[in-house]
């Protein structure tokens, strides 16, 4: 990884259909990423980092300049941008505008970002748990296990959780209240852990 500096004219260029140009405020480092450092050999929802590109991921952004309809200049956005101070987005329907500011903007970057929405879909849209039903959550203390959990204790059920440390597992049972947790990696039959 490399820090470039570079100067860019505060505005969108002359002729840009539908960009925007953004000041980023804060960008998420998320665990996909690891995946994406590599030469991916089969199908992914996020192509392989560009070697002398700026990296890109998820974040919150203020709006300085647009040409396009959806976009005026101050609106705040979350969705793809650039590790970068500044940038050009010439696809901004994939971008999010951010409705409420009553939360700290960085929210968006996790409980109200990709990860939160990860969590709160699949467990309220693919699983749907009942009250009384028991919820397994795997990487538990992670950026969308956390809140699984959390969603899940909600709903009234019974959370395990497993992690990859005592540390971790401590964390799952003291601080964020999963009824059970276990080390994986400590587990020689992870049948018998989860009964």
């Known amino acids: 990884m490399k820090i470039t500096c570079g100067s860019i004219k505060l505005k969108v260029a002359d ?7 953004l000041k980023n405020l804060y960008i998420s480092c998320d665990p996909y990423m690891r995946e994406r450092m590599s030469k991916l050999d089969r199908p992914s929802f996020v192509d392989s980092f560009h070697p002398g590109e700026p990296i890109n991921g998820y974040g919150v952004a203020k709006v300085l300049d647009s040409t ?15 590790w ?7 696809a901004p329907q994939l971008l999010i505008k951010i409705q409420h500011t009553d939360v700290p903007l960085s929210y968006y ?18 699983c749907s748990p009942k009250k009384g039903e028991y919820v ?3 990487a538990a203390s992670g950026a969308v296990g956390q809140p699984v ?3 899940a204790k909600l709903a009234g059920c019974y959370v395990v959780g497993s992690a990859g440390s005592k540390e971790k597992v401590d964390l799952l049972k003291n601080k964020f209240g999963f009824n059970d947790a276990f080390n994986y990696k400590e587990e020689p039959d992870l049948d018998a852990a989860l009964k």
Do not use: R
């Not at 970057?109 to 693919?126: K, N, Q, R, S």
């Open 149 to 151: 959990g959390q969603f």
């Open 68 to 82: 396009h309809p959806n976009y005026a200049k101050d609106d705040l956005v979350c969705g793809f941008m650039g």
């Open 15 to 21: 002729g840009l259909k539908d960009t925007v140009l």
């Open 84 to 90: 970068e101070e500044y940038s050009v987005v010439t």
């Open 136 to 138: 397994y959550a795997s």
């Open 109 to 126: 970057t996790g409980i109200l970002g990709m990860p939160g929405v990860t969590a709160y879909a699949g467990l309220y849209e693919v």
